[in-house]
């Protein structure tokens, strides 16, 4: 349960921090709808991630590869950001918050107004083929058509399980992180590499939001054990006082 102490604690570091950086995962996006990966619900409890998640899927399991990801899109377009995320593009606007870190691929950050936002593992929403690279819409990605250029297998533009993260982003979340004197980590098992090392670059204050203990928690300075979007409200209450 939320222990009200902890985000007045949270709110008042806020409030003295020069540079907050946020780091989502999965969490952040569950009450909107979309499943996370690791919890009981989660994706990965009712499918093997080596078997759709990986460039081995694409290349030699193409219609299971597609067939997940078809259904992960079309799921998202019927969901939208909530509260917490319209909570955190309100601190950026406020100056309250200098940028997100996500794993997710759901692009609800964007959706909900933040600007400044580093996907580490892509989007959904971006689709290329997978031999030539060119771009293609959503539509003929969920319709199961081919590259119009090479007639190559299409793929949205997130970072398969034995890809490599895009280096120029990698490299900014980095900074980002680097130079924050406060860091929220939201939603996150972080059992995944290599985000779940980004922590351990914040020299500043480092809090994590989860409705569960994960195995980084002695990494925190102060833990908030409850869902995000009341967190984030009960945060923005707070803040607002001053
Ligand atoms: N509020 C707070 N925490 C939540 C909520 C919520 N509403 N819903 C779920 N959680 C917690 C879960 O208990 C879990 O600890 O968020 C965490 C989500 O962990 P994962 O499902 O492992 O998701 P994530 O950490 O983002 O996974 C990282 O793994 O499969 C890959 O590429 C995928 O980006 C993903 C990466």
């Given at each position: 349960?939320?222990?009200?102490?902890?985000?007045?604690?949270?709110?008042?570091?806020?409030?003295?921090?020069?540079?907050?950086?946020?780091?989502?995962?999965?969490?952040?996006?569950?009450?909107s709808?979309?499943?996370?990966?690791?919890?009981?619900?989660g994706?990965?409890?009712?499918?093997d991630?080596?078997?759709?998640?990986?460039?081995?899927?694409?290349?030699?399991?193409?219609?299971?590869?597609?067939?997940?990801?078809?259904?992960?899109l079309?799921d998202?377009?019927?969901?939208?950001?909530?509260?917490?995320?319209?909570v955190?593009?309100?601190w950026?606007?406020?100056g309250?918050?200098?940028?997100?870190?996500?794993?997710?691929v759901?692009?609800?950050?964007?959706?909900?107004?933040?600007?400044?936002?580093?996907?580490?593992?892509?989007?959904?929403?971006?689709i290329?083929c997978s031999?030539?690279?060119?771009?293609?819409?959503?539509?003929?990605?969920?319709?199961?058509?081919?590259?119009?250029?090479?007639?190559?297998?299409?793929?949205p533009d997130?970072?398969?399980?034995?890809?490599?993260?895009?280096?120029?982003?990698?490299?900014?979340?980095?900074?980002?992180?680097?130079?924050?004197?406060?860091?929220?980590?939201?939603?996150?098992?972080?059992?995944?590499?290599p985000?779940?090392?980004?922590?351990?670059l914040?020299?500043?204050?480092?809090?994590?939001i989860?409705?569960?203990?994960?195995?980084?928690?002695?990494a925190?300075?102060?833990?908030?054990?409850?869902?995000?979007?009341?967190?984030?409200?009960?945060?923005?209450?707070?803040?607002?006082?001053?």
């Amino acid at each position: 349960m939320m222990e009200r102490q902890n985000v007045e604690q949270l709110a008042e570091w806020m409030r003295e921090s020069e540079k907050t950086v946020v780091l989502t995962g999965a969490g952040m996006s569950t009450e909107s709808g979309i499943p996370d990966f690791r919890s009981k619900k989660g994706w990965w409890k009712k499918i093997d991630p080596m078997s759709v998640s990986t460039t081995e899927a694409l290349e030699n399991e193409y219609e299971l590869f597609h067939d997940f990801y078809q259904v992960r899109l079309t799921d998202l377009n019927a969901c939208r950001p909530h509260s917490g995320h319209h909570v955190l593009a309100d601190w950026e606007k406020q100056g309250l918050l200098s940028a997100i870190v996500t794993q997710n691929v759901d692009g609800f950050h964007h959706a909900a107004g933040n600007e400044k936002v580093f996907e580490l593992h892509g989007s959904l929403r971006s689709i290329l083929c997978s031999e030539c690279g060119r771009g293609a819409d959503e539509e003929s990605f969920l319709n199961h058509k081919a590259c119009l250029s090479c007639e190559g297998n299409l793929r949205p533009d997130i970072v398969l399980f034995g890809e490599m993260l895009p280096q120029d982003v990698w490299g900014e979340a980095i900074r980002e992180i680097e130079q924050s004197d406060l860091l929220i980590v939201i939603g996150s098992s972080l059992k995944v590499a290599p985000a779940n090392e980004l922590p351990f670059l914040s020299t500043g204050k480092k809090v994590i939001i989860n409705n569960e203990e994960t195995y980084l928690h002695n990494a925190f300075d102060l833990h908030v054990d409850g869902n995000a979007g009341t967190v984030l409200e009960t945060l923005q209450e707070l803040v607002k006082e001053g």
